[in-house]
């Protein structure tokens, strides 16, 4: 079983699709013992109705998620430089959290995720692009964190 931080900020491009689903997921397998956020680096969506369709097939609910931008979530009371370890979900976040982060001390990954808005046709076809992202992100959090305790 690999460490598990004490807090973990999961981000990417509107904080409502990826990191929702990377927040709902880290709480529900690893327990509520590590502080978990998510942002975006822009907070003009709404949660993402397939994101919240997909996360609910996992036992997951996501509708009360509140978007926030990595602004929002300083004007709200979080800090950055307080977490442990900060996940970029896509290239624009990741060049944000590093440019917020270059004077902390902090670890910053970066998980390559697929962004499935937009993609398929019809709402089969983008159900089964949702869940394509959903299981990326769970395969990489499975390796980097272990197998999940929980759900």
């Known amino acids: 079983m690999a460490d598990i931080p004490q807090s973990v900020l999961f981000c990417c491009d509107y904080n409502a699709t990826r990191s929702p689903m990377a927040e709902g997921m880290m709480k529900r397998f690893y327990g509520r013992g590590t502080y978990v956020q ?20 996992i036992g997951i609910d996501l509708e009360r998620h509140r978007v926030r931008s990595f602004e929002d979530m300083q004007e709200w009371g ?11 979900l896509s290239p624009a976040s990741q ?7 270059r004077f902390f001390h902090l670890e910053i990954e970066y998980w390559p995720i697929m962004d499935p808005a937009g993609i ?9 692009a949702y869940r394509q992202t959903r299981d990326q992100i769970r395969e990489r959090m499975t390796a980097r964190f272990g197998v999940p305790l929980y759900g």
């Open 38 to 57: 998510s942002a975006g680096v822009k907070s003009d969506l709404d949660i993402d109705g397939f994101t919240i369709s997909v996360m609910h097939e």
């Open 78 to 88: 979080d800090d950055l430089s307080t977490f442990d370890l900060v996940i970029a």
């Open 95 to 101: 060049r944000q959290v590093l440019e917020l982060t």
């Open 120 to 128: 398929g046709e019809g709402r089969e076809a983008r159900l089964t």
